[in-house]
C-alpha cells in the first residue's frame, strides 16, 4: 500500500518462475537538493527520453547524472549499479520501444 492508500502491482519483466513480494523503497517527498540518476537502458530511442527528462529536471535546479547499460538484455552490472547507488539519491530508468 502507498502513502496514499492506493496499492501498486509491478510486474518484473525478468521472467522469474515464481514471483516474489518486494516491497517498494521509500519515495523521497521532493527531489530539492538530490541528486537523481538517470539510466538509459539502451533500447532505441530512450535517449531521446532520458535528453527531455534531463533538461527538463536541470531547469528546475536539479543535478543529474547520465549512466547507461551496456545492453538492454542483461540486467546492469553490479559496478554499474554500485556506482549509480553511491552517486545518486534517486534513479528514474528509462526505455522506450
Same mark, same amino acid.
Given at each position: 500500500?502507498?502513502? =496514499?492508500?492506493?496499492?501498486?502491482?509491478?510486474?518484473?519483466?525478468?521472467?522469474?518462475?515464481?514471483?516474489?513480494?518486494v516491497?517498494?523503497?521509500?519515495?523521497?517527498?521532493?527531489?530539492?537538493?538530490?541528486?537523481?540518476?538517470?539510466?538509459?537502458?539502451?533500447?532505441?530511442r530512450?535517449?531521446?527520453?532520458l =535528453?527531455?527528462? =534531463?533538461?527538463?529536471?536541470r531547469?528546475?535546479?536539479l543535478e543529474?547524472?547520465?549512466y547507461? #547499460?551496456?545492453?538492454?538484455? #542483461?540486467?546492469?552490472?553490479v559496478?554499474?549499479?554500485?556506482?549509480?547507488?553511491?552517486?545518486?539519491?534517486?534513479?528514474i530508468e528509462?526505455?522506450?520501444?
Amino acid at each position: 500500500m502507498t502513502g =496514499d492508500g492506493v496499492a501498486r502491482v509491478v510486474l518484473d519483466p525478468t521472467g522469474e518462475l515464481s514471483p516474489q513480494a518486494v516491497e517498494l523503497s521509500e519515495r523521497p517527498a521532493s527531489l530539492d537538493g538530490l541528486t537523481v540518476g538517470l539510466l538509459d537502458i539502451t533500447k532505441a530511442r530512450g535517449d531521446v527520453f532520458l =535528453d527531455q527528462l =534531463d533538461l527538463r529536471l536541470r531547469e528546475r535546479g536539479l543535478e543529474t547524472r547520465r549512466y547507461a #547499460k551496456p545492453t538492454f538484455t #542483461k540486467p546492469a552490472p553490479v559496478d554499474l549499479r554500485q556506482e549509480i547507488a553511491e552517486q545518486c539519491h534517486v534513479v528514474i530508468e528509462a526505455l522506450a520501444d
